[in-house]
């Protein structure tokens, strides 16, 4: 079993738990959900829809109406909350669509420097 403290070093930017309103839009449909995990590169989030794996959507953070585009990597299925639990990745690093939640998030992390 992988150490969880080399498992850390194989990301690419730390991961901080963030609950993040999103709006989406795929295929012409908008709809609403939530981050749960955050990170650089992209998210674990909770969708209204489920999107299919490899499929590329818009991603919208409602609080500061930044955006970007990400793929799908990950379903994890519908959640008992209602929900379609999604791993997704960003086209390209943006953590500034997480806002200064995120960039508050890394600076509480136990020997973060950024």
């Known amino acids: 079993m992988l150490d969880p403290a080399a498992y850390h070093e194989l990301?690419?930017?730390?991961?901080?738990?963030?609950?993040?309103?999103?709006?989406?839009?795929?295929?012409?449909?908008?709809?609403?959900?939530?981050?749960?995990?955050?990170?650089?590169?992209?998210?674990?989030?909770?969708?209204?829809?489920?999107?299919?794996?490899?499929?590329?959507?818009?991603?919208?953070?409602?609080?500061?109406?930044?955006?970007?585009?990400?793929?799908?990597?990950?379903?994890?299925g519908l959640d008992q909350t209602g929900f379609f639990k999604l791993g997704v990745e960003m086209l390209e690093s943006n953590p500034q669509v997480w806002g200064s939640d995120y960039s508050m998030a890394l600076a509480r992390l136990p020997g973060f420097s950024g």
């Open 11 to 76: 990301r690419r930017s730390p991961r901080v738990a963030l609950r993040i309103p999103i709006g989406m839009r795929w295929e012409g449909q908008r709809f609403v959900g939530s981050t749960l995990i955050v990170n650089s590169y992209g998210a674990l989030l909770y969708a209204q829809r489920n999107v299919t794996v490899g499929d590329i959507f818009e991603l919208e953070n409602v609080r500061t109406r930044v955006y970007c585009h990400c793929r799908v990597v990950w379903q994890g």
